[in-house]
């Protein structure tokens, strides 16, 4: 390290010249990620089960609202839909969904970009787009053979997304995300991963459940299979994203104009 | 020939990383005219890396920081261009080559920077072969990137690099990991081009020989600052000044210096073998060359039990690649043992054989009487540690002592147990004031030591390291060979893979040299670094001492198996003197 006082040349302002940018995100991250997450998408989610359905969903779900957190919304979620769409293709074993999981890849990572945001207002747009995937959803379930006691139970994960998106819930973790300290990054990555990918897939399962209209016992068996499924996305993002965060305040890349760590 | 406009023009510039506590770069002036061939040396950490890369505005376009002075390449301001237009002029070839290797082949690679900058078809056509050919990578050209050893990635990197013919090539340490004639062929190379075309060559190095022989001028950086630029000739025989930076003069230089500061007085310290060998011509008649006895035989003999074994074994990977064919070695407790050869010779794949990280195609492996093949891995790593050619395969823990502690709960150690480990650790690899660093926010040098360590921390009975000295300054390098030296003092058994022959004396006592897949030699170090014929066909060059020491020996008609410049030194009398 070079010695003390000031230097002798001007200081400069220092950006990126001439560089393709999505959002304030070079488009050399959003590539990278999106091969991060086409990658993810051999691996199959393991605790994952999927009544009605068959099939399994891809890793690269528990890192979707990560993306939105380091690249934020709209450059997050072309990185995403890019990753997923590629996934669709050279990992067909997890494709259960097809083409609408790139829909719902895109709109997971935007609500973690949109998480993070310090200013604007579009945290109310994905409220209300939640709210009424929600009310979507359940109101399906009752249109079928599923009463309100038991449509309110199984989507309790779900309802719990929206709760923490409204409370001061989603700042802490905005504030967690941004903190220095690897334990409060956990505990920020950990609950902003939750609330988003709560809501995420509520954001799904609306159109899923739209189309396959799953039974009342289904709804049963799965109570405590949705709050499990989303304990492990939770987890591998937070295990993940410490590690990611870490390393990339360690190396010191430009920060994306919309990054929130 | 140079001219006398610049082509690269720095004028007060100073750096700050984001987040780094102190200016990397500092009031850095330097004036670069076409077609000069520069030379920059410095210690791990001094900004040479970081200097490279505000060649081509990387620093600070992509890294952010604080930026102050100006640097203008063909006349563009790099803070006013983009990356992709800097670009165009300057090609840099980074420290560690898999991180600008993206391609799915050999060809592709180089014909990606090619398809950036629009060269017609039909003249990629003819620079794609012949930058291959430059770099001996011919006929690899349908591989893929990934099944390149180390040091044949590096030349694909520099190869990538040469086909653009940039303005201006930087190249960041672009021999480290390449065999020596290797070495001597690409900057030969590079040293043509510039005389041809005018290309400016920058070039980063530790390699004092090399740069002696090639570069038309050595700028010193030192703790971000240029300490001295001039000539090599006066560059390097300043002793004092380079040990005081952690820096070393070419064994020729050292060796004359010992002479000088013995009152023989040559006319000139000279820098390269060359003119080591005319300056010897010039004072033989004042000195006397006092022969060196041959070591005795019996006495290198190996001792130890039988530790490791390798039969036979032929290893083939499933591109269809012999690595070994017909490889037999055996290793004794306690020995100190170097394996040298040609890039791709498949020293690392032979190795790899030892922790059961590769399977023979044909033949056995044994650890003390056991086949490898029956032990798991996780047992093998307990008993043996290995220290990867590439730091950041090895790296994944956020801090430092984390990194060296990981492997620590495995082993069933306790916490106090633990602690104490990764503190000794820490300490021995001079680690210790960087504990709670991020490993990736460390120079590459640095992340070798984090490696060495954790794997210290384990306490294994046998020790590989790959190539553990590449990227260190010369006093970083003989830190980790001094470590080794302990550790082998203790008991230990430790293999070493390198391309640093002169490293070596004093710290190895058996060298295996490997070339195409098979042993061409196994010897003690004396003898083999003495087998300059059989070295020469595995692309290896014995120290450039050693030669001098030949060319002396042949010329005066006596023995000298010397390694180093002191014990040639130590051979010297005067006519008058006694022996």
Not at chain 2, 458 to 468: A, C, G, N, S, T
């Amino acid at each position: 390290m070079a010695a003390g006082g000031a230097p002798k040349g001007e200081e400069r302002r220092v950006e990126l010249v001439g560089g393709i940018a999505i959002d304030g995100t070079p488009i050399a991250y959003i590539i990278v990620w999106a091969a991060v997450l086409a990658v993810l998408s051999f691996i199959p989610i393991p605790v994952s089960v999927v009544f009605g359905i068959g099939g399994t969903f891809p890793l690269s779900q528990a890192v979707y609202a990560l993306v939105g957190f380091i690249l934020g919304p709209w450059a997050g979620a072309l990185a995403a839909g890019i990753g997923r769409l590629i996934g669709i293709f050279i990992a067909p074993h997890t494709a259960t969904v097809g083409l609408p999981s790139v829909v719902f890849a895109m709109v997971w990572a935007a609500a973690g970009g949109i998480l993070v945001e310090k200013k604007g207002h579009k945290w109310l747009l994905a409220l209300g787009v939640f709210g009424l995937a929600y009310l979507g959803y359940v109101g399906r379930a009752l249109t079928i053979d599923v009463d309100l006691a038991l449509a309110l139970q199984t989507t309790l994960t779900n309802l719990s997304g929206l709760i923490l998106w409204v409370l001061p819930t989603r700042t802490l973790a905005r504030d967690l995300i941004a903190n220095r300290n690897p334990a409060r990054l956990a505990a920020g990555l950990a609950l902003g991963s939750w609330i988003v990918n709560t809501n995420g897939h509520t954001f799904a399962n609306a159109w899923l459940y739209y189309t396959v209209g799953w039974p009342a016992n289904v709804w049963r068996i799965l109570i405590p299979v949705i709050p499990v499924e989303q304990l492990f996305r939770t987890f591998v993002g937070a295990v993940i994203g410490v590690g990611v965060i870490a390393g990339l305040r360690a190396i010191g890349l430009v920060k994306p104009a919309k990054a929130g760590y | 020939m140079a001219s006398y406009d610049p082509v690269v023009r720095i004028e007060n510039l100073s750096y700050q990383y984001p987040r780094s506590p102190g200016f990397v770069l500092r009031d850095i002036n330097l004036s670069i005219r076409k077609g000069e061939f520069l030379g920059i040396i410095g210690p791990t950490g001094a900004g040479k890396t970081t200097l490279c890369q505000a060649l081509n505005g990387i620093v600070p376009q992509f890294y952010g920081g604080r930026f102050f002075g100006h640097v203008t390449v063909g006349g563009l301001d790099t803070l006013e261009f983009p990356i992709s237009i800097l670009a165009q002029r300057v090609a840099v070839v980074f420290q560690d080559p898999e991180t600008q290797l993206i391609a799915n082949s050999v060809e592709d690679e180089v014909a990606f920077g090619l398809e950036n900058v629009r060269v017609p078809r039909d003249e990629m056509r003819e620079r794609i072969p012949w930058a291959l050919e430059i770099m001996r990578l011919d006929g690899m050209e349908k591989k893929h990137p990934s099944e390149l050893s180390g040091g044949e990635k590096q030349k694909l990197a520099i190869a990538a690099a040469l086909a653009l013919q940039p303005e201006v090539l930087v190249l960041d340490e672009p021999t480290s990991q390449l065999d020596p004639v290797g070495s001597q062929e690409v900057l030969a190379a590079v040293r043509e081009l510039n005389a041809q075309l005018g290309m400016t060559v920058i070039l980063v190095s530790h390699a004092s020989e090399e740069m002696a022989e090639f570069v038309d001028c050595v700028a010193i950086l030192a703790n971000g600052e240029f300490v001295d630029i001039d000539v090599p000739d006066r560059i390097f025989a300043r002793a004092d000044l380079l040990r005081q930076y952690a820096l070393r003069p070419p064994q020729v230089t050292s060796f004359y210096i010992q002479l000088r500061d013995r009152s023989f007085a040559p006319p000139s310290i000279p820098v390269t073998l060359e003119k080591a060998t005319q300056t010897y011509e010039a004072i033989r008649t004042q000195i006397k060359v006092n022969p060196l006895a041959a070591p005795d035989r019996a006495a290198e003999e190996p001792s130890g039990s039988l530790l490791l074994s390798m039969q036979g074994v032929e290893h083939v990977y499933p591109d269809g690649t012999k690595a070994l064919r017909g490889v037999s070695l055996d290793v004794r407790e306690g020995e100190y043992l170097v394996i040298v050869g040609q890039n791709g010779a498949g020293k690392t794949t032979l190795v790899k054989h030892f922790l059961h990280l590769l399977e023979p195609t044909v033949g056995q492996v044994l650890l003390n009487g056991q086949d490898v093949c029956d032990l798991e891995v996780s047992e093998l790593a307990q008993r043996i540690g290995f220290v990867a050619q590439n730091p950041d395969n090895q790296i994944f823990n956020t801090t430092v002592e984390a990194e060296v502690a990981f492997a620590l709960p495995n082993l069933g150690i306790g916490r106090a147990e633990l602690a104490a480990r990764v503190e000794e650790s820490l300490y021995t690899m001079g680690l210790a004031d960087y504990r709670k660093w991020h490993p990736l926010a460390l120079p590459k040098g640095d992340r070798a030591r984090v490696v060495i360590a954790a794997v210290l921390a384990m306490r294994p009975d046998v020790l590989i390291f790959d190539e553990p000295t590449t990227g260190q300054d010369y006093y970083g390098a003989k830190r980790i060979l001094d470590v080794s030296r302990q550790l082998h003092q203790a008991g230990k058994t430790v293999i070493v893979i390198t391309h640093h022959l002169y490293l070596m004396p004093g710290y190895a006592e058996r060298v295996v040299v490997m070339g195409k897949g098979v042993i061409v030699l196994d010897a003690p170090i004396r003898r083999a670094f003495h087998e300059t014929a059989l070295l020469r066909s595995t692309y290896l060059a014995p120290p450039q001492i050693v030669q001098f020491a030949q060319g002396i020996a042949s010329r005066e008609n006596v023995t000298l198996p010397i390694l180093t410049p002191e014990e040639l030194a130590a051979c010297i009398t005067g006519r008058r003197d006694k022996a």
